[in-house]
């Protein structure tokens, strides 16, 4: 059992105690796909309780305050009711959980689950518009006389490669499962060179790796054509 497994099942077995049988589970994300590197992928679980009060959640303090310090993140939390009207408000989310996903407790909670294409194109340009703001401030605003940029590449890595992925699943595509292909495919689709966005995501394994200004202008650039892409995106229409 490696280091990730080892801390889902202690927390799943400390919930066990306070929920015996009252509540799904899911892992989703680069830790079901298979690809989470320690000190940037977060550890994605999903909850399901048959109800949520303030009960319920109280009972479950000690559980989950460990699973936060320990894999430092806080799962989704939804009750029964919430979840199966959710598709409407987390497109994004959903649509990520089913590219890849382990059913942990539970009935699965994805089954019969759909997303509607023009959420999913609503939801995507704001996550693309909204990433590409935060970009360009922090661009704007870099300390005068650094021109060490790996860190604030970085920072953005695995959401803008969330999104890459997104934007396939909106246009019908299959999701490769390494990223390397992903933002490729999502390169040819939406009309950006893909190469500094590839870099910026793999150099987030590298420790040695630095970003270099023309990494961030080229990363800048397919940020900003994703974004125009995805708010011209005609539903039912594929290029």
Sequence with gaps: MNDVDGKIEKFLADLDRVWPGAYAAVLF????????????????????ADQLTPASLRIAREALADWRESAEAVPL?????????????????????????????????????????????????????????????GYAVFPPGSDDLTEFARSSASSVLLLCRALLILQGDSV?????????????????APQA?????????????????????????????????????????RT
Excluded at 29 to 48: F, K, M, Q, V
Excluded at 176 to 192: L, T, Y
């Design 29 to 48: 994300g680069s830790a079901a796909r298979g690809e989470y590197l320690p000190g940037w992928s977060d550890i994605n679980i999903l909850l399901i």
């Design 77 to 137: 939390l939804f009750s029964a009711t919430e979840w199966r009207r959710s598709a409407d408000a987390y497109p994004l989310e959903i649509a990520e959980m089913r590219t890849g996903y382990r059913l942990l407790r539970g009935a699965d909670p994805l089954v019969g689950m759909t997303v509607r294409p023009a959420d999913l194109r609503a939801a995507l340009e704001r996550e693309f518009r909204g990433k590409l703001m935060r970009l360009r401030q």
């Design 176 to 192: 490769p499962a390494a990223a390397e292909a992903v933002i490729a495919r999502a390169g040819e689709r939406a009309g950006f």
């Design 197 to 237: 966005v590839q870099r910026v995501v793999a150099g987030r394994a590298d420790a040695g790796w630095r970003c270099s200004e023309e990494d961030v202008q080229g990363y800048l650039a397919a940020v900003e054509s994703a974004a125009g892409f995805v708010d011209h995106f005609q539903i039912g229409a």
